[in-house]
C-alpha cells in the first residue's frame, strides 16, 4: 500500500499569500494518479486537481499542481479567504486508493 | 446536474449489521465506476470500497476486508454497502463517490452500545 504524508500539518497564511501543500508519497506513483481535494467543514469533499497537474470543471486557476515520482505539491498562488479549508492528496489506482492525512489551511 | 444521496446511516451496537444506500441521478450510472469513502469524527478521509462500472471488480480497503460488501444496481441507479459485524471504529460520514468528482453529502454511521 502507498503511504502518502501531507506537510506541513498546518499552514497559516495571509489572504493574498501563496501556499504550496507538499504530498509525498513512499513509493514513485504514476503522476495520472494523484489527486487534490478541498474540504471545508460540514461538507464533503470537492475535487481541485486529477492527474497531478488537471484543475477539475470549474476549478479557478489560482489552484495548480504539479511534481512526479514521490514528491507533489498542490499551490494556491494567492489565497482567497474562501480558500482557507483541509486539503488531502489521493492516489486512486482502484487496486490502491489512499489518502494523505490532510493539511490544515488556516488565516493568521 | 449530477445528484448522489446517501440513506441508510443511524445508530447500531457493535457487531450489527447496516446497509447504505446511494442514489444516482443526472448522469449514466451503469457507466461509471462508484466509491465509498468514509470519515470518522475529527479525521481525515479513508477509502472503504471500490466497484467497476458493471460490478464485475471489486476492491475494499483492508479495515473492512471480509466485513463490508460493496455493490450496485444499474437498473435502478442505486449503490450499496453491506456492513456487517460492525465496530466501534466503523463510526464515520460515509459519502458515495463517482469517480471522486462528484460526492454525495454523506451519512452518518453510529456504532455503539
Known amino acids: 500500500e502507498i503511504v502518502l504524508t501531507q506537510s506541513p500539518g498546518t499552514l497559516s497564511l495571509s489572504p493574498g499569500e501563496r501556499a504550496a501543500l507538499s504530498c509525498r508519497a513512499s513509493?514513485?506513483?504514476?503522476?495520472?494518479?494523484l489527486a487534490w481535494y478541498q474540504q471545508k467543514p460540514g461538507q464533503a469533499p470537492r475535487l481541485l486537481i486529477y492527474?497531478?497537474?488537471n484543475r477539475d470543471t470549474g476549478i479557478p486557476d489560482r489552484f495548480s499542481g504539479s511534481g512526479s515520482g514521490t514528491d507533489f505539491t498542490l499551490t494556491i498562488s494567492r489565497l482567497e479567504p474562501e480558500d482557507f479549508a483541509m486539503y488531502y492528496c489521493?492516489?486512486?489506482?482502484?487496486?490502491?486508493?489512499?489518502f494523505g492525512q490532510g493539511t490544515r489551511l488556516d488565516i493568521k | 446536474e449530477v445528484q448522489l444521496v446517501e440513506s441508510g446511516g443511524g445508530l447500531v451496537q457493535p457487531g450489527r449489521s447496516l446497509r447504505l444506500s446511494c442514489a444516482a441521478s443526472?448522469?449514466?450510472?451503469?457507466?461509471?465506476?462508484m466509491n465509498w469513502v468514509r470519515q470518522a469524527p475529527g479525521k481525515g478521509l479513508e477509502w472503504v470500497s471500490y466497484?467497476?462500472?458493471?460490478?464485475?471488480?471489486?476492491y475494499s480497503a483492508d479495515s473492512v476486508k471480509g466485513r463490508f460488501t460493496i455493490s450496485r444496481d444499474n437498473a435502478r441507479n442505486s449503490l450499496y454497502l453491506q456492513m456487517n459485524s460492525l465496530r466501534v471504529e466503523d463510526t464515520a460520514i460515509y459519502y458515495c463517490?463517482?469517480?471522486?468528482?462528484?460526492w454525495g453529502q454523506g451519512t452518518l454511521v453510529t456504532v455503539s452500545s
Open positions: 443526472g448522469f449514466s450510472f451503469s457507466g461509471d465506476e
Open positions: 492527474g497531478a497537474s
Open positions: 463517490t463517482r469517480r471522486f468528482d462528484y
Open positions: 466497484i467497476s462500472a458493471g460490478g464485475s471488480t471489486i
Open positions: 489521493q492516489h486512486y489506482r482502484p487496486s490502491s486508493i489512499t
Open positions: 513509493q514513485s506513483v504514476s503522476s495520472g494518479y
